[in-house]
């Protein structure tokens, strides 16, 4: 299955980071004076909180296996973050022993698990890191916010978004109009990430009417694009990674999924010359285009659905 475009273009340099001249530039004397071994990176979704992060972990000579990310909003309590602390105490293992652990949506965590957090983060050892990525950074614990310097990341501008997108459809070869690029651009709130999101769902469209459908109907969930694309390979179908892509659905209402898998596989549809190829597409349309999927039976037409594009047909 192919790497979505978000996780895919992901910056891994600091001057790969659209934006943010201002924090780059201030990071970048951070890592050089190595001054700070906690910091806090604010600012809305997409703009480059977390690629800063682990840039930052890795310019201090932390390496991949050595760096701990902790969503914290399933980590919010006390017990999670007495764990963070005692690990960190630890080195890493391999030649570079630094160690980060980078706590994503940081103003989930509990009043406790902070106080917890609090002396670690003061003092930490010196092969430690501690990184904290945040939407709300009113509600990160003042006892915190003066330990830490703070970048605060603003929204990206649009014509530096729609240069990014060029440019990948450029280096995927795709023949996405520019019309529904600068259209991307401008419904992504400034969003590299949402952009690139929304670039892997409406890259088969050839109007900006098609488009609007698809992210009306999507609105912004990566899991739901992922499905898509992988129904319309035709290879590699198996239950095992049916189930992978539904589960990332869990949080999804299933009629929503249903519109959005419809209007996606039209979308290809148009596109499409080979007959064979688009046979194999109308038996998926035919699949989801029948009743509308009750709310009380949760995802189980979904499944129903996706196990007979499965099990019944043939592939492509």
Not at 2 to 9: N, S
Not at 232 to 250: C, E, F, H, R, V
């Amino acid at each position: 299955m192919a790497t979505p475009y978000h996780r895919k273009y992901r910056p891994k340099k600091l001057d790969t980071i659209l934006g943010q001249d201002a924090v780059k530039k201030s990071l970048a004397n951070v890592i050089k004076k190595r001054s700070s071994q906690a910091i806090i990176f604010t600012g809305p979704s997409g703009v480059g909180k977390t690629s800063l992060a682990r840039i930052f972990a890795t310019a201090m000579g932390c390496s991949k296996n050595n760096i701990n990310e902790i969503d914290a909003a399933t980590n919010t309590g006390i017990d999670k973050a007495r764990e963070m602390a005692r690990s960190i105490q630890y080195y890493g293992l391999g030649t570079n022993t630094s160690k980060a652990i980078i706590i994503d949506e940081a103003h989930r965590l509990t009043t406790p698990a902070w106080e917890s957090l609090q002396k670690p983060i003061e003092e930490p050892p010196d092969h430690a890191f501690w990184i904290l990525c945040t939407t709300q950074p009113d509600k990160i614990p003042k006892t915190i916010k003066t330990r830490c310097p703070i970048f605060d990341l603003h929204p990206i501008q649009h014509d530096e978004i729609n240069s990014l997108l060029r440019r990948v459809v450029k280096k995927e070869k795709l023949k996405t109009p520019k019309v529904i690029i600068s259209f991307i651009a401008d419904n992504c709130e400034g969003s590299a990430r949402q952009a690139l999101v929304n670039l892997n769902l409406c890259e088969v469209c050839t109007s900006v009417t098609d488009a609007k459908e698809l992210l009306a109907e999507a609105e912004g969930s990566v899991g739901i694009i992922d499905l898509c694309r992988w129904l319309i390979g035709g290879k590699n179908k198996n239950w095992s990674t049916a189930l992978k892509l539904i589960k990332k659905l869990d949080n999804e209402n299933a009629e929503s999924c249903r519109l959005v898998i419809i209007n996606y596989v039209t979308a290809v549809l148009k596109n499409t010359q080979n007959d064979r190829k688009a046979q194999y597409l109308l038996s998926i349309l035919e699949v989801f285009s029948g009743e509308s999927y009750n709310q009380s039976e949760k995802m189980a037409p979904l499944i129903l659905a996706v196990a007979e594009t499965i099990f019944g047909g043939d592939d492509a």
